[in-house]
């Protein structure tokens, strides 16, 4: 079983802070990495997924980075709002399966 | 485009009974479909793959027999809790992966509540 760790396990900003939390997942057989945003009473969303080492992805104040050889992603929001207040998830799998980390909760204050 | 429903979002039920819960890809195909379960503070766990035509494969320690899935269409995949009891209450929650998706994107429902009593 792939052991998928999340770091912090909960965060609290103001707004208008950046941010950053972690992913770590085992780097051997790399295939891809799914990050998910999972907002109370919706369903996950798809925010990125990243195939290549040293990518680099965004979605507006979000990015991502990837690093396979080491086995982590880093998820970033630039000037955070309350409307990101969410569990982000990780993923790695593909090929197989996805196996999910407990996620990163972060709650936005306003 | 792409979106999961499923249904109901919550059920309460008594133990001993069986509860159907389903997922339907809405505007895409899905050849499969993935059946998760989350207790409390704990990350989705993996129950099932389902593909559609064909018999679930089913993850380690995850009872085929009481916990049963039914692909049987490109839309709608169903799990049923047969003879539920207190310990399976839980969050269920179910992905689709559309034809030809790279990398094996899902996209997920937003979730059943069951709770047995």
Redesign the interface.
Known sequence: ILN?EQSPQSLHVQEGDSTNFTCSFPSSNF??L?W?RWET??????LF?M?LNGDEKKKGRISATLNTKEGYSYLYIKGSQPEDSATY?CAP???T???????TRLSVIA | GAVVSQHPSRVICKSGTSVKIECRSLDFQATTMFWYRQFPKQSLMLMATSNEGSKATYEQGVEKDKFLINHASLTLSTLTVTSAHPEDSSFYICSASPRGQQAGEQYFGPGTRLTVT
Not at chain 1, 97 to 103: A, E, Q, R, S
């Open positions: 998928v295939y891809a799914h998910y009473a919706k369903s996950p969303e798809a997924v195939t998830l799998g593909g090929n399966p996805l196996v999910f980390g407990k996620g």
